[in-house]
């Protein structure tokens, strides 16, 4: 291959860290490992797969919420994806 061509990659059409969008790049974090988990994701687990602290992952979680994007279980505060998020799939 010559010098200046790039080998192949997925993260050339969608790179993980896209420069000025690392929060946007947490919320679909959060986003795929709700939609991933085979049923509701609690706060332990989501702490402990993404590393986020408690203050940022409230934050973070707050706008998918208010847009039904993602479900609250009020009862234990575990999340699974919300209907509005189905809707746009």
């Given amino acids: 291959m010559p010098e200046n061509e790039l080998e192949w990659s997925p993260e050339l059409i969608h790179p993980k860290n896209v420069a000025g969008t690392a929060l946007l ?3 679909c974090d959060i986003l795929e490992l709700i939609g991933r988990s085979p049923g509701l994701l609690d706060q332990v687990h989501l702490a402990e797969q993404t590393g986020i602290p408690r203050a940022t992952r ?6 998918p919420i208010s847009r039904g994007l993602i479900r609250a279980d009020p009862r234990t505060q575990a999340y699974t994806l919300g209907f509005n998020f189905l809707d746009l799939a």
């Fill in 58 to 63: 409230y934050r973070i979680l707050a706008a």
């Fill in 25 to 27: 790049g947490k919320a």
